[in-house]
């Protein structure tokens, strides 16, 4: 037989040899199969945690760890009750969103990584939450040497239920507030002074309520512009 024929030959049974070691790798591989990637929420208004569910399980011949799990917010915490995971052994990532002051459709991002050499897997969580208090402006604001009157902010209750608490506090002891009912449980008037506006100030006004039985903390700012450079 010429060199040349069995050179191809050889040539030839090293990449069927290779080929078969790599088939044989990708049956063995270590893989997470997701039961659900996205999970759609809707809230009510006495809701401050939603939890999400992500089971999983070890589909492939090999043993897999998380090595990773991340939340695209400080809002969202995940929970895993281990890392490791042996062929066809299943577990769930649950996710804990704290609605806070959100409203609206909110979407937050749970990213999942392991030692199998896939790319990280990410699982979302949707959560449409209700209006529950109308902050009518969302801020006041002063120019620099602008009268010092004050200024009034809105709120109004969104939901059935009444509240039955309400009180606020500056962050800045030179920004006074004050609430006054309008509708006893339904609107409440936040009259803010700063005082003087000679030079720039900001306040974050921490609104705290209580309506049946959830607390919830609303806020809204305050702020004195500073001069302009040049006047």
Request: aromatic fraction near 6%; include cysteine; charge should be neutral.
């Given at each position: 037989?010429?060199?040349?024929?069995?050179?191809?030959?050889?040539?030839?049974?090293?990449?069927t040899?290779?080929?078969?070691?790599?088939?044989?790798?990708?049956?063995?591989?270590?893989?997470?199969?997701?039961?659900?990637?996205?999970?759609?929420?809707?809230?009510?208004?006495?809701?401050?945690?939603?939890?999400?569910?992500?089971?999983?399980?070890?589909?492939?011949?090999?043993?897999?760890?998380?090595?990773?799990?991340?939340?695209?917010?400080?809002?969202?915490?995940?929970?895993?009750?281990?890392?490791?995971?042996?062929?066809?052994?299943?577990?769930?990532?649950?996710?804990?969103?704290?609605l806070?002051?959100?409203?609206g459709?909110?979407?937050?991002?749970?990213l999942?990584?392991?030692?199998?050499?896939?790319?990280?897997?990410?699982?979302?969580?949707?959560?449409?939450?209700?209006?529950?208090?109308?902050?009518?402006?969302a801020?006041?604001?002063?120019?620099?040497?602008?009268?010092?009157?004050?200024?009034?902010?809105?709120?109004?209750?969104?939901?059935?239920?009444?509240?039955?608490?309400?009180?606020?506090?500056?962050s800045?002891?030179?920004?006074?507030?004050?609430?006054?009912?309008?509708?006893?449980?339904?609107?409440?008037?936040?009259?803010?002074?700063?005082?003087?506006?000679?030079?720039?100030?900001?306040?974050?006004?921490?609104v705290?309520?209580?309506?049946?039985?959830?607390?919830?903390?609303f806020?809204?700012?305050?702020?004195?512009?500073?001069?302009?450079?040049?006047?």
């Amino acid at each position: 037989m010429p060199a040349t024929s069995t050179r191809a030959l050889l040539s030839l049974a090293v990449l069927t040899l290779i080929g078969v070691f790599f088939c044989g790798a990708g049956v063995a591989r270590a893989e997470l199969a997701w039961t659900r990637k996205n999970v759609e929420l809707k809230a009510d208004a006495q809701t401050s945690v939603v939890e999400a569910k992500f089971p999983f399980k070890n589909t492939g011949a090999k043993a897999v760890d998380v090595t990773q799990v991340m939340s695209s917010c400080g809002c969202t915490t995940v929970a895993l009750e281990k890392r490791h995971y042996e062929p066809n052994e299943g577990g769930e990532i649950v996710a804990r969103y704290t609605l806070g002051e959100h409203t609206g459709q909110q979407k937050k991002s749970v990213l999942v990584t392991t030692n199998d050499g896939s790319e990280p897997v990410e699982l979302t969580l949707a959560v449409r939450i209700p209006e529950i208090l109308r902050i009518t402006p969302a801020f006041v604001t002063w120019k620099h040497d602008e009268a010092p009157t004050p200024k009034q902010i809105i709120f109004e209750m969104m939901q059935d239920t009444p509240i039955k608490d309400i009180s606020v506090q500056s962050s800045n002891s030179a920004v006074t507030a004050e609430l006054v009912p309008l509708v006893k449980g339904r609107k409440y008037q936040l009259t803010v002074n700063p005082g003087h506006t000679d030079q720039h100030l900001f306040a974050t006004l921490a609104v705290h309520t209580q309506f049946g039985d959830n607390e919830r903390v609303f806020r809204t700012y305050a702020t004195v512009q500073p001069a302009v450079q040049g006047d």
